[in-house]
DNA sequence: CATGAATGAGCGTTCATTCAT
DNA sequence: AATGAATGAACGCTCATTCAT
């Protein structure tokens, strides 16, 4: 395989366990089999490897998204789609789940980075489907009447910390995927 | 005020907002006001800082979730109390909870730190907590039939999570508590 | 002698006879006999520590024309005191010539540069004050008719040249300055 | 045109405005729309390129010079068209001129250096040419009687300045020539 | 208690040079 | 003749920590 791909998942592998700050140029390469200034041959820098990696994983991650805004027989069914496609996404790529859904390094929060873009673009992604989905369910007659937007967030807020949780530690209570449709199909749905 | 304390104010701050790896001890010294030995005059080291920061947030949220485990009318009225602890916690300290339930340095993964025995006695109890609560509202009547540790899993992810939102980024949509509240309550009250 | 002066004076002589660029920071630090880091604690940097030596160097130069400034009997004795304090400054501040006058780094063309409005200062002062001599020595019959503003500049370019000479080489020639003093007197005043 | 020619075109660009240190062997091949082992093919190294350039420059200056050293009407005459000899290349090779004359690179101080050579071989030409001039104008009556080797020394010091002025600054004050051949003939020659 | 001064170890990065193709 | 890939060595700089006072 190429060197860049070997940085690029040596790279993965630590910024997703140890962290951005956490992870040195040296280690990187070591883990890679190769040296220092290759990461300088390949990228910028480190900050651009890790651009490239977070960018790469959205890309990838959005796309798993694009498939589950289509029509389905009821609103819940495409709740239930955006659990899977996050479980889908665990499943292929589990360190960039952690890098997207994990501990964001504190950089992360200055609006003026790459990344932060990606962040947000997910973030309003996801409000205006559920928001959306709610509105539709409660006009007709398919969910209770709840409060639509802190309803999209507390969704949102389950389904991002499940797949967090899948991806750092593994499955480690079977069957929370269901379960946790369930739990959200109990408190939405009217007949059941 | 004394200079431990200004150096553990300090220090909080900075962790807080800046993480672990992104505070260095000039900063901590100058931001308290002394210089960059003193920390070591009263503590071990940087690390050991944190830990004593980490520690004593821990007992005092210990001590606040001491309150919750007491008798109520109904099952659910516990978990309601225990929504309304963390929210208490996170009024009075904002910077702890963000050190608590927010992106915790990757440091404390490894399982010989001071600090994840307390994230762990803090797992633990709020299993055991949750699961008596459950097993007792499924028994008596008062709650459907959920699957136990799934769903003592879910409420733990919601309250923390929610917690940790509103201390990183405060309130930003109103009510978040009582939806919550109601959203757990439909999926697992009976009655309702 | 303070560990700041004994920087200061290791890398005046490595900055003067190697350059900024071909001097490194671990050089300064050693021939100061102390290590790297001290540099960081006494100036914010290299470039820091550069800049102190010729903002210093160029204090005391500035200090010695300003002896030069006053009144004499003739013009031309003005001159001759400029080549004086020009002099007394390499016998002074040899290391610090060489900074002045010698090969300057590329850097300091921009003009954003601190040292380069000393630069600016110090040409235009002799502009001045030698257009001033000449003009009034033309007018009073002391000097031949000489055009001002190329006079003023070879002259300048003499004085400085042979300084960055005696600062590099030493006195290779002996009776230099009498000689050049010489050379422009004949080229400039009447009746000689 | 040749990769080599390209190379040589392009460090000769680089050399003059950044300096030797400041130039990087991946700048030189790039503005010479090549790669960097090139540089490695047609020379030994970054410093073999340097000196190529340097060696080329000054036999194209050393052949502009061996005209000057002819027979002429007056003593006087020769240092004139030793003045016209630089200024002739300083028009034609501009850049080389930033080398030869200007802030040379501390390297060169090195006894050693194959560039170091030239520097003296030129320094005795013109020392000789000089003071063969000089001594042959005051024994024929022609100059006044000025300390020789000194004047040699002013003259040189004041044509290379110039040329060097000119190189890098450009004709900043016209007429800078013919004032230096005045200035230079009024201390010099008798009927003037 | 408190500090100014000092340091070892390490970090991200650059550069001239080399080698296989 | 030419290149993509790779590297050893060094560089400017930072940081947690220590020590003498």
Chains 1, 2, 3, 4 share one sequence.
Request: charged content about 30%; overall charge positive; some cysteine.
């Amino acid at each position: 395989m190429g060197t860049k791909e070997d940085l690029i998942e040596a790279a993965a592998e630590l910024f997703a366990t140890r962290g951005f700050e956490g992870s040195t140029t040296l280690e990187i390469a070591r883990t890679a089999g190769v040296t220092e200034p290759m990461i300088y041959y390949h990228f910028k820098g480190k900050h651009d490897l890790f651009t490239y990696i977070l960018t790469e994983a959205f890309e990838e991650f959005f796309a798993l998204l694009k498939a589950v805004d289509v029509d389905a027989s009821t609103e819940f069914k495409k709740i239930e789609k955006l659990f899977e496609a996050y479980y889908e996404f665990v499943a292929r790529r589990p360190r960039e789940t952690s890098l997207i859904l994990g501990c964001c390094p504190p950089k992360l929060k200055d609006a003026q980075e790459t990344c932060r873009q990606n962040f947000d673009r997910l973030s309003s992604w996801l409000e205006k489907f559920l928001t959306r989905c709610l509105k539709k369910g409660i006009r007709g007659g398919e969910f209770k009447k709840v409060p639509v937007p802190q309803t999209v967030n507390l969704i949102v807020l389950i389904i991002q910390t499940l797949a967090r949780q899948r991806a750092l530690d593994g499955e480690t209570i079977p069957g929370m995927k269901e379960a946790a449709v369930g739990f959200c199909k109990r408190s939405l749905v009217k007949s059941f």
